[in-house]
């Protein structure tokens, strides 16, 4: 144990395993023997320890990361945490100068380094994962640039787009998630190490060497923040939150637009199971689950919000529950991205179906503007609209069905060429605003530039 010497017993067996987080901060590895093979170099550099200590200890702490990596590392029930079991495993492998190299540092500067080590590498590691979503939905948009299907509000047709358009909706929606990440980024970036228990190292440690050996932007300004701040564990979680919230949303359009009733879409057998009951079943677990995990995720958020809520100034065990939900968050989007990407790029598009469940109503929009360009008020041509659309369903008929004489009873701004606004092409070629439906190419082409330049 590393501070059992003013203690007259060992702790309480249930309080130890209560207490102990070496079954899950072990992953920390690698951050913590990165920091400290760093730590090391600053401590022979202020002369604390000599270069052949540090040489040792670089080694020494080489072996212990060749035994985590093999899954070769044998911990003991003293292992209270990562921290501790890497040092007593370094004292094993090259005795004395495994215990010079804690010196002014504390685990509070510790923790708080190997976790925004880890953060920043799972940031990398979600940049790339929604990366490679955004190529797939690029690549499925350029199939379907022309290919027409309802768009939806209230879950109700309102005006025919282009599926292309809907895909990329979610691209600029996880784009920003990538923007999300990046801000976090900032503020991980941050060396608290040198911070010591709270109230900074007394051996002239220098941080900027240590930064600059680790990989962080800048150094923390004060110890007493730097080793109690979790927010960048918390704008990590509630970036993540955000891409499972726009994945649950595509998930849920995906789900019922796989529907038998809607046809528009189909997904790969390799993302859909069967029932163990029905056997015409083909249910679309892997969305439903995308969907699911949204739930934990923002979970995971709630939990660090909550957790670091009331913590008294600086360091608090409290924190030692930071971890975990920040694991899981990264551990499920490391799962839940790639298998979005794959329901993508693998899907059959039934442009047919999509095409035939436009209907003519959704053009009522166009009919209304075919008459504000004939100087009638957009108002007026509303309400004049309107009125067809109830005369033809009172005779169960489609508004390109109507005679000119009914046209024209309802205004004399209409004329033979209205026929022509029953186009569903037409109207998605119109909305060629920058953002609509109609300069969806444009659209495309600024997605793939986004996507191409790395943050
Ligand atoms: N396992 C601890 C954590 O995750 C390490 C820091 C412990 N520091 C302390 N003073 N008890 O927070």
């Known amino acids: ?51 052949f200590e540090a040489n040792e200890i670089e080694r020494g702490l080489n072996l212990v990361r060749k035994e985590f990596s093999r899954g070769e590392f044998i911990s003991t029930p ?37 976790t925004r080590l880890y953060v920043m590498d799972a940031i990398a590691r979600t940049d790339s994962a929604i990366r490679h979503l955004l190529s797939a939905i690029c690549q499925q948009a350029e199939q379907h640039l022309d290919t027409l299907l309802p768009g939806y509000t209230h879950v109700r047709r309102a005006q025919p787009i282009s599926f292309a358009h809907y895909l990329l909706s979610f691209f600029w929606m996880l784009q920003r998630d990538r923007e999300r990440f990046a801000d976090a980024q900032k503020r991980a970036s941050v060396l608290p190490l040198g911070s010591g228990a709270l109230a900074g190292n007394p051996f002239s440690i220098d941080r900027e060497f240590l930064a600059r050996e680790l ?44 529907a038998p009733e809607f046809g528009f879409i189909e997904m790969n057998d390799a993302y859909t199971t069967g029932s163990s009951l029905m056997p015409q079943k083909k249910n679309p677990d892997a969305l439903e689950l995308v969907r699911g995990k949204t739930g934990r995720v923002i979970g995971d958020l709630n939990t660090l919000l909550v957790v670091v809520k009331g913590a008294p ?5 409290d924190f030692q529950e930071d971890k975990e939900p920040l694991f899981d968050a990264a551990d499920t989007l490391e799962m839940t991205l790639p298998i979005v990407t794959g329901v993508i790029q693998t899907m059959r598009v039934n442009a047919d179906k999509m095409r035939a469940a436009l209907d003519e109503s959704m053009l009522a929009t166009d009919l209304a503007e075919y008459l504000v360009r004939r100087g009638v008020p957009f108002r007026q041509a509303h309400h004049i609209v309107g009125g067809l659309v109830k005369l033809v369903e009172t005779r169960d008929a489609k508004l390109s069905a109507l005679p000119l004489e009914d046209f024209r009873a309802a205004s004399d701004k209409f ?23 109609g300069a969806v190419r444009e659209q495309l082409e600024l997605a793939k530039v986004s996507l191409s330049r790395v943050e």
Not at 415 to 437: E, H, I, L, P
Request: glycine fraction near 4%; hydrophobic fraction near 40%.
């Open 1 to 51: 144990m590393l501070w059992g010497s003013r203690f007259d017993k060992e702790p309480d067996e249930l309080f130890a395993r209560f207490n102990n987080s070496f079954h899950f901060d072990w992953r920390l590895y690698d951050a913590d023997i990165r920091g400290s093979i760093a730590y090391a170099k600053a401590l022979a550099r202020a002369e604390i320890i000599s270069e």
């Open 78 to 114: 003293h292992d209270e945490d990562i921290h501790t079991a890497v040092e007593r495993r370094l004292f094993e492998l090259i005795g004395e100068p495994a215990h010079k190299l804690h010196t002014g540092r504390s685990r509070n500067d510790q923790v708080a380094t190997d």
């Open 215 to 258: 990989g962080f932007e800048r150094v923390s300004e004060n110890s007493l923040d730097a080793v109690s701040d979790r927010d960048f564990i918390t704008e990590f979680l509630f970036a993540a939150s955000f891409v499972q919230i726009h994945l649950a949303r595509l998930a849920e359009d995906f789900i019922y637009y796989s």
């Open 313 to 317: 100034s600086t360091y608090n065990k």
């Open 415 to 437: 004329d033979a060429d209205v026929y022509a606004v029953f186009d569903f092409d037409a109207s998605v070629k119109a909305r060629n605003v920058f953002g609509g439906t």
